[in-house]
Each structure stands twice: as C-alpha cells, then as structure tokens.
C-alpha cells in the first residue's frame, strides 16, 4: 500500500488557527522586549550625560558598538537557525540578552558600558531574523505579508513603550532602572517560553529525519488532523547543498539579495539616527527630558500605524511599488522634522509621520525579504539583510545635527538657541586672554570722530530676534543664556 502524502505548506495555506496565532504572538512578544531593549540606549542617553558629566558625543561608540552587536548577531545567528533549527537560537538570545542587559545597568564607565551594550546587540540581532522567519513558516500566504508585520510591530511597540516607561523610571529610580526592566522581563517571560513555542514545521520538513515531531504539530494545528504513522510530509521546495550563505546568490537571487541589502542598509541608516538622536536632539531643542522620550514615542507609535495599514496594502498590491512609495514618504517626513521644532505639535506631527513610513517601509521590507527566500535558507536570507543594512557607518554628533535647525528655529521663534551665545562667550574668553589677534587701537582724536563704543556681550547673539533686542536695548545687559 502506497503510503499518503502530506503537502504540509498547502495544509498551513488553508487554515489559520489558534496555535498558529499562538506562534506569532510569542514571536511578536519576543521582538516586543528586542525593540525595548534596542532602543533603551537612546532614551537614556541624555540622563547619562547629565549622571556622568561627559559629552553627547562621547556616548557615539556606544551607540555603534550596540549596532555592530546588532550586526554580528543577525549574521551569525542567521546560518546557525538555518543549521540546528528556529527554536533553540530563539531561546537561547532571548536568555542572552536578558543578562546583558541587567549586566548594563552595573555599568560605572563608558568602556564598560560600551562592552555591555555591544554583547546585548548579539542577543538582539539574533533573535529578530529568527522570530521573522517563524512567523513566515506558520502563516498562510493569503495573509503573510500582513501577519509579519503585525508580529513586528511588536518591536515599534516595545520601543514605544521604552520611551513611555523611561520617562517614569529615569525621574523616579535613575537611568539604570529601564535596563534593570529591559532585562528582568525576558529572564521571567524564557520560564515559559519553551513550552508554547514549537520548531518550525516547514524547517522540520525540509531537513527531514523528523516526522513524529511534524505530525504532533500538524495535530496541533488541527486537533481533528490524525496522521498516517506512514504518511510522508513535503514541502514545496528543496533542501539545498553548499554553504548556505552562497546560496542567496544561486538559482537567480543574486540580483535581488543585493538590492535588498542596499535597501536595509539606506533604511536602517535612517531608522539608527533616528531612534538614537531623536530625544536628545528634542531635548537640545529646549524640551524636558522626560517631554522628550515621550515625544520620541510617537516615533514607534507612527510605525505601528503605519506596519498595519502597509501589510494589507502589500498583500493586496505589489509589495515593491508599495515600498517604493513608502520610503517616498520617509524622506519628505525626516527633512520636516528639521524645521518644525519651534512647534510641539507641528513636531509631534512630523515624528507620527516619520515612524509610519521609516518603520513601516523597514517592517514591510523584513516582510518582503521573508517571503523571497525558501525555508532552508530563510533565517540567513532575513539575518544577512539586517546584519548588512547594521554595517557600521559614522553618523553626525547629537551637536552637529542639532546646531542648524536650533539657530533657523530661535530665529523664528524668537528665543536664542543658546549656541551663538556660547560662540560669543567663547571668543570673549579668548580675547581676554590675549589669544587672538586683536585690531589697532581706535584713535579718538580725529576731526569729528567719537570715542570707541564699547561691545556688549549680547552682540554675538544677535543673529537671534530675542539677542538682538537686548542688543539694541540702552542697558545691553548679558541675555540670560550667557
């Protein structure tokens, strides 16, 4: 008697069940506590500088060491998923950087925390690969794109819940607290996580050997469902030979893995400085420090928006043009948030718009990537991307970024960015000092002429309407900001 065969991606196609929604909401909690403890850096760096009397710059190394962390995790914990299975590398950093981060919070110097934040990325940039391409093998293709990235948006809503949280803990408890949170929580949450998150099914049919683990998945997935003990389960697809990494380059994939990594890197680039900067670029802008993680929120709550809007429009639409408009969208929004700090609310607005278009086209593109790529070499597909589009890169200080938009915004608003006037304390100091050139002296005794008037201190700062008044004022009396 011929034994029966089992399409088991064709069984997955037709239904979408509890236990499959129970794989993505696992996932999705996983890559919750990933996008708190990614962005817990950024909400805490302005409360670092001011704990530790060091400049923002300073605090740059440590924003890449997270990130080559980030890297190195996607690209090795990619093949290794690929190698010995989703499950257990999905187990093993979730543990990983539950540690680490409660290991940061005993940071007492920048080489230290430089070191934590950098073992932490590789806990972090191994489990996002992993949780994409689990929730990619569970789901049916009719909702695919859609279900990805509602399961992402569990790492904008960790993210934005970081910023919520940070508010509160850095006033009440320090900034240590929020890595003492980002760490104690998956420490709990991996004491039951083994116990509801299952291999994938595909994986498992595509390296083959395992059939009584796929057939109690499949009774799962459809406690009706009563497998023939002989049954013999396919896939679509085949279990390629050679290193798995080459193989994003065979049967034709080249091009499209290359234009992809040009993709993640240009988006991650934006969605990096971003998240980084942004509160201590709103807190340069004059805003509290708590205002300000509040505000940077909405960054991540405009990338939920915009994740479940774009999953329906991919699953429906070409998911490419959908991109292409997306990342459209993206750059009108971040040259906005530039020039509309002398409103809060225009800010806010062009946050909100930013995350739904930066966030939302990074989350459909982890989307896009999944489905390109079979099962045997998903995790190093999705892992490679994220680890290219990681690479580090130099980016501009929190000071260089902020010195133009926060000299054309007092010029409107009327209140001195506090730049200038440091500029002119600067060259006051240094003219006493004698450091500079000075020019000859000013002679009183010609025809007509009339004594030397003396500069005041608020002459450096008249670039600005507020400086400028006192500038033209009788007294000239020092702005506030001296």
Same mark, same amino acid.
């Given at each position: 008697?011929?034994?029966?065969?089992?399409?088991?991606?064709?069984?997955?196609?037709?239904?979408?069940?509890?236990?499959?929604?129970?794989?993505?909401?696992?996932?999705?909690?996983?890559?919750?506590?990933?996008?708190?403890?990614?962005?817990?850096?950024?909400?805490?760096?302005?409360?670092?500088?001011?704990?530790?009397?060091?400049?923002?710059?300073?605090?740059?190394?440590?924003?890449?060491?997270?990130? $080559?962390?980030?890297?190195?995790?996607?690209?090795?914990?990619?093949?290794?998923?690929?190698?010995?299975?989703?499950?257990?590398?999905?187990?093993?950093?979730?543990?990983?950087?539950?540690?680490?981060?409660?290991?940061?919070?005993?940071?007492?110097?920048?080489?230290?925390?430089?070191?934590?934040?950098?073992?932490?990325?590789?806990?972090?940039?191994?489990?996002?690969?992993?949780?994409?391409?689990?929730? $990619?093998?569970?789901?049916?293709?009719?909702?695919?794109?859609?279900? *990805?990235?509602?399961?992402?948006?569990?790492?904008?809503?960790?993210?934005?819940?970081?910023?919520?949280?940070?508010?509160?803990?850095?006033?009440?408890?320090?900034?240590?607290?929020?890595?003492?949170?980002? /760490? #104690?929580? =998956?420490?709990?949450?991996?004491?039951?996580?083994?116990?509801?998150?299952?291999?994938?099914?595909?994986?498992?049919?595509?390296?083959? /050997?395992?059939?009584?683990?796929?057939?109690?998945?499949?009774?799962?997935?459809?406690?009706?469902?009563?497998?023939?003990?002989?049954? !013999?389960?396919?896939?679509?697809?085949?279990?390629?030979?050679?290193?798995? !990494?080459?193989?994003?380059? #065979?049967?034709?994939?080249?091009?499209?893995?290359?234009?992809?990594?040009?993709?993640?890197?240009?988006?991650?680039?934006?969605?990096?400085?971003?998240?980084?900067?942004?509160?201590?670029?709103?807190?340069?802008?004059? *805003?509290?420090?708590?205002?300000? #993680?509040?505000?940077?929120?909405?960054?991540?709550? /405009? /990338?939920?928006?915009?994740?479940?809007?774009?999953?329906?429009?991919?699953?429906?639409?070409?998911?490419?043009?959908?991109?292409?408009?997306?990342?459209?969208?993206?750059?009108?929004?971040?040259?906005?948030?530039?020039?509309?700090?002398?409103?809060?609310?225009?800010?806010?607005?062009?946050?909100?718009?930013?995350?739904? +278009?930066?966030?939302?086209?990074?989350?459909?593109?982890?989307?896009? $990537?999944?489905?390109?790529?079979?099962?045997?070499?998903?995790?190093?597909?999705?892992?490679?991307?994220?680890?290219?589009?990681?690479?580090?890169?130099?980016?501009?200080?929190?000071?260089?970024?902020?010195?133009?938009?926060?000299?054309?915004?007092?010029?409107?608003?009327?209140?001195?960015?506090?730049?200038? +006037?440091?500029?002119?304390? #600067?060259?006051?100091?240094?003219?006493?000092?004698?450091?500079?050139?000075?020019?000859?002296?000013?002679?009183?005794?010609?025809?007509?002429?009339?004594? =030397?008037?003396?500069?005041?201190?608020?002459?450096?700062?008249?670039? $600005?309407?507020?400086?400028?008044? *006192?500038?033209?004022?009788?007294?000239?009396?020092?702005?506030? +900001?001296?």
């Amino acid at each position: 008697m011929k034994a029966p065969i089992v399409n088991v991606q064709g069984f997955i196609d037709r239904r979408f069940g509890g236990f499959q929604l129970q794989v993505v909401a696992l996932c999705a909690l996983i890559v919750l506590i990933d996008g708190f403890d990614t962005q817990a850096i950024g909400y805490v760096a302005p409360a670092i500088v001011k704990s530790w009397h060091v400049q923002r710059q300073d605090l740059g190394p440590v924003f890449a060491a997270g990130l $080559t962390g980030l890297m190195v995790g996607a690209l090795a914990f990619g093949p290794i998923a690929d190698r010995f299975g989703r499950r257990p590398v999905l187990l093993f950093c979730t543990l990983f950087f539950g540690v680490l981060s409660l290991l940061t919070a005993t940071a007492n110097s920048l080489q230290v925390l430089l070191a934590f934040r950098f073992l932490t990325g590789l806990g972090l940039g191994g489990a996002m690969p992993n949780a994409i391409a689990l929730t $990619t093998e569970y789901a049916p293709r009719r909702v695919r794109a859609t279900t *990805i990235m509602i399961m992402f948006c569990g790492f904008s809503l960790g993210a934005a819940l970081g910023g919520l949280a940070a508010a509160g803990l850095i006033a009440r408890f320090g900034w240590k607290a929020v890595f003492v949170v980002g /760490g #104690a929580v =998956p420490c709990l949450f991996f004491a039951f996580l083994p116990r509801g998150l299952p291999e994938s099914i595909r994986y498992l049919v595509v390296r083959g /050997g395992r059939n009584a683990e796929v057939a109690s998945i499949l009774e799962r997935i459809d406690p009706s469902m009563r497998p023939d003990p002989a049954a !013999v389960f396919t896939v679509e697809e085949h279990k390629p030979k050679g290193f798995v !990494v080459a193989q994003l380059f #065979a049967e034709g994939r080249g091009r499209f893995t290359l234009l992809t990594w040009v993709v993640f890197f240009m988006s991650l680039l934006d969605l990096y400085f971003l998240t980084s900067w942004l509160p201590t670029i709103i807190h340069d802008a004059g *805003i509290p420090v708590a205002n300000a #993680a509040v505000i940077t929120a909405m960054f991540q709550v /405009g /990338g939920i928006a915009g994740t479940l809007l774009l999953g329906r429009l991919f699953d429906r639409f070409s998911p490419y043009a959908m991109l292409a408009l997306t990342y459209l969208g993206a750059g009108a929004f971040v040259v906005l948030i530039g020039t509309a700090a002398a409103s809060t609310t225009l800010l806010v607005a062009t946050i909100f718009g930013a995350g739904f +278009c930066v966030v939302g086209g990074q989350i459909g593109a982890n989307a896009l $990537t999944a489905e390109s790529y079979p099962t045997a070499i998903r995790s190093t597909g999705v892992g490679w991307a994220l680890g290219i589009g990681r690479i580090p890169r130099r980016t501009p200080s929190a000071r260089s970024a902020t010195k133009g938009s926060a000299a054309r915004t007092s010029r409107r608003s009327g209140r001195c960015s506090a730049i200038w +006037c440091r500029k002119g304390r #600067a060259r006051r100091a240094s003219r006493r000092s004698g450091a500079t050139r000075r020019r000859a002296p000013f002679s009183s005794k010609r025809v007509g002429s009339s004594p =030397p008037r003396r500069r005041s201190g608020a002459c450096w700062c008249s670039r $600005t309407p507020a400086c400028a008044g *006192i500038r033209r004022s009788p007294t000239r009396s020092m702005p506030a +900001c001296s």
